[in-house]
């Protein structure tokens, strides 16, 4: 059987290398040498693969030195693709994984590619990297395809082998080779598509729809907030029709959603076509942490509170729920904007890892043993204002109890408590 090398052991690469790693020959490669020393010792820090899962893949070994993936025939590409300051496209890091590769590369390889990008990236910016440094032809000497990834960070339910898999190649017979590599892992069947560029167009409008539908009912509970309507009780009721599709209000994040769109956008203009839904959309989601933070202040000063120098406490910085991820969290945008009114604020997740959140945002989380604790629950009444911002299940055993009719203000994005109990939500 061909050994597969998968490059980028993230949230994506690492469950992929796992599931192969059961069959065949599997290298897992990461310039993260704190990485591979993880998985070395039996453990992912991400836990989004259990410590008894990396265990059972008998055929995985782990490297973060490129010399050691030359004799893999298969290699899968699953490094990020964010968007820089400018909200665009950020393919640096998929193109040094396509430069590693590149340099690697053997006739009648096949490099396949999972990371989310714009359709025509695969082949008018990755081959022609590879083409220059492994001075091999492409579809004639080497072959490309287009797997796109489906995981959702956190979530048990839908992992990578029970979520339907799309497929292409580069040439016919590639695609067939792609497709059933696959087969090989994933239970839920695999999709095989007409070329990479369909695959890429897939992948990149599953998230962009998600985020046009996210950005209306964020947009409704703006509405409905100024009509004094609950917005998730209208949700609750509106979901009782069959065709209803049900989305809640929230702060759009992380590395799929929040990001992806852009990557869309980015095409369309290079086309000298406005996508004006789609930038809509982005333009709502992205102002919904401003909105968020003057909502907590206005109901603080209804409750006769000062803003400067009030405490705050934010329950949660990742992403979303029971995940470690915080790429593009924006919870941080409610921080900024809370801290430029001169609030201090403190952040509490018991989730996020302290290190990485000091990294990338330079903040330094309260642990959570800092809290007090009564009959068996953490207790946050010291504080003048709390945002749940995350639906992390350890925040739903919190005491809220001792802040209801008070001065102090609960403010629910997620929607997590009764309405009784809470002084706003989205």
């Known amino acids: 059987m061909k050994c597969i090398a998968v490059i980028g052991l993230g949230y994506v690469g690492l469950p992929l290398a796992v599931s192969f790693g059961k069959y065949r020959p599997t290298i897992g490669y990461d310039i993260n040498k704190e990485r591979i020393a993880s998985l070395k010792s039996g453990h992912d820090t991400t836990l989004e693969t259990s410590d008894e899962a990396l265990r059972d893949a008998l055929q995985l070994t782990y490297t973060s030195y490129v010399n050691d993936i030359k004799d893999a025939e298969i290699y899968i590409i699953t490094v990020p693709t964010p968007i820089d300051k400018n909200k665009r496209p950020n393919l640096k890091p998929l193109l040094n994984a396509s430069e590693i590769v590149g340099k690697v590369l053997k006739k009648d390889d096949i490099i396949i590619f999972e990371s989310t990008v714009y359709p025509g990236a695969t082949e008018d910016d990755c081959v022609p990297v590879l083409e220059k440094h492994s001075g091999l032809k492409y579809n004639q000497d080497f072959f490309c395809g287009y797997s796109p990834e489906r995981i959702n960070a956190g979530d048990k339910i839908h992992t990578l082998t029970n979520v339907v898999k799309i497929t292409s190649g580069s040439t016919p017979d590639t695609a067939t080779e792609v497709d059933n590599l696959y087969k090989e892992i994933i239970e839920a069947g695999t999709f095989p598509v007409s070329s990479i560029r369909v695959a890429e167009a897939a992948k990149v409008i599953e998230n962009t729809q998600r985020d046009i539908n996210i950005a209306f009912v964020n947009e409704l509970s703006r509405i409905f907030n100024l009509m004094n309507i609950d917005t998730l009780e209208v949700l609750e009721a509106a979901k009782t029709k069959w065709n209803f599709l049900y989305f809640t209000p929230g702060l759009v994040g992380g590395h799929c959603i929040g990001v992806d769109p ?14 004006d839904i789609i930038l809509s959309g982005r333009r709502v989601n992205d102002n919904m942490g401003q909105y968020v933070a003057v909502q907590v202040m206005k109901q603080m000063i209804e409750k006769k509170q ?21 790429r593009n969290s924006r919870v941080i945008d409610v921080i900024r904007e809370l801290e430029d009114f001169g609030c201090v604020v403190s952040i509490v997740d018991p989730w996020a890892r302290v290190n990485d959140v000091k990294r990338e945002y330079r903040i330094d989380l309260l642990p959570e043993n800092n809290l007090p604790v009564e009959n068996g629950k953490k207790i946050i009444e010291n504080y003048d204002a709390v945002i749940i911002a995350v639906a992390h299940n350890e925040f739903k055993n919190y005491d809220y109890s001792k802040m209801l009719d008070t001065s102090k203000v609960i403010y629910d994005i997620k929607g997590i408590l009764p309405r009784g109990m809470v002084d706003g939500r989205l």
């Open 262 to 275: 852009y990557y869309l956008t980015h095409k369309a203009q290079e086309l000298n076509y406005s996508p």
């Open 306 to 326: 000062k803003i400067s120098g009030s405490k705050v406490l934010i329950l949660g910085i990742t992403f979303k729920e029971n995940c470690t991820d915080i």
